[in-house]
């Protein structure tokens, strides 16, 4: 008994360290299945471009209770002109090949290009539909030679680093048959450039926050209406979402901080002697499900 008394406190720690030792390894693989069951990061992507459809308001800065709308719109009866089936099929090919004629162009002229129709393409865009209709967007448009060349040195020396460091092998493979690189002479050619902001709220009468209800999807929907109203008027682009520039852009362009960029669009008529990749589109059954 008394050996067996004098060996308890032996026998306890022993049990101790190999419970100590189960245990650690029994968190350690824990946590290996949980590092490998997280989506692995990208470090390509933008900060500054993240969707703020859910950003979180400041509780003592939100009225729940009025949003600066009126509690009873008035409706009001709508007419819209109705065609035959005939002028339907006609109008949709006809538009379809006017869009399918876009391309991406990066490769523009300095000639200028009238005022009032970089007005009426906005104003095209700004028909958007948008949540709740906060109408969250802000297009900045740039004609200045300064600006725009303070632009695309911005552009461009954060766009070497993304090529270089960002972006990826794979990423920069891809890139490779389009003959990209982080040179943006357009940036400077370009007679104007349009940047897309997104306002990831607003602001009230009384200094309170607006929520604008996915902000970035109706942004989003806006820029697709924008280039196809820029298609139609005979004017090229190229869609740049100038990585990890958002905040030195917005700063340089004094935009307040409820707005992140989106999109970058220089606008302009292609070089005569301008190029594009000979890329072809999914056909209609690729893109396409009938249900």
């Known amino acids: 008994m008394e050996l067996f ?3 308890t406190p032996v026998l306890i720690a022993i049990i101790c360290v190999l419970i100590g030792v189960i245990l650690k390894k029994i968190n350690g693989e824990k946590e290996k299945r949980e590092t490998k069951s997280k989506p692995p990061t990208h470090p390509w992507v933008d ?4 969707d703020g459809t859910d950003h979180h308001l ?3 800065e ?3 209770e009025w949003q600066g709308l009126d509690e009873d719109i008035a409706h009001v009866p709508f ?3 109705r065609y035959s089936e005939d002028e339907m099929i006609k109008r949709s090919k006809v538009f379809y090949e006017l869009l399918n004629k876009r391309r991406s162009v990066r490769f523009l002229s300095d000639e200028p290009v009238p005022r009032e129709v970089i007005d009426n393409v906005i104003r095209t865009a700004g028909t958007s539909p948008s949540g709740a209709h906060t109408e969250p967007w802000t297009f900045v448009v740039v004609q200045d030679p300064y600006l725009k060349h303070k632009i695309r040195e911005i552009v461009e020396e954060e766009e070497e680093i993304n090529y270089k460091k960002r972006m990826g092998d794979r990423w920069v493979n891809d890139l490779k048959r389009l003959r990209t690189n982080w040179i943006k002479e ?6 104007y450039l349009i940047l897309i902001f997104k306002q990831v709220y607003g602001r009230l009468p009384n200094g309170k926050k607006k929520t604008h209800y996915y902000n970035e999807i109706s942004v989003s929907i806006a820029c697709g209406i924008l ?3 820029l298609q139609n008027a005979g004017l090229y682009t190229v869609t740049s979402t100038p990585l990890n ?3 030195q852009l917005r700063v340089l362009l004094q935009r307040p901080a409820n707005e992140k960029l989106l999109l970058l669009l220089p606008v302009g008529y292609p070089k005569k002697d301008a190029t594009v990749p000979a890329l072809t589109r999914k056909p209609l059954e690729d893109i396409m499900v009938m249900m």
């Open 227 to 229: 280039l196809a109203a």
């Open 245 to 247: 520039c958002g905040p």
């Open 62 to 64: 939100v009225d729940e």
């Open 186 to 191: 357009y940036l400077d050619t370009a007679p």
């Open 79 to 81: 007419f819209a002109e």
């Open 5 to 7: 008394s004098s060996l």
């Open 47 to 50: 900060e500054d471009l993240k």
């Open 58 to 60: 400041e509780e003592e």
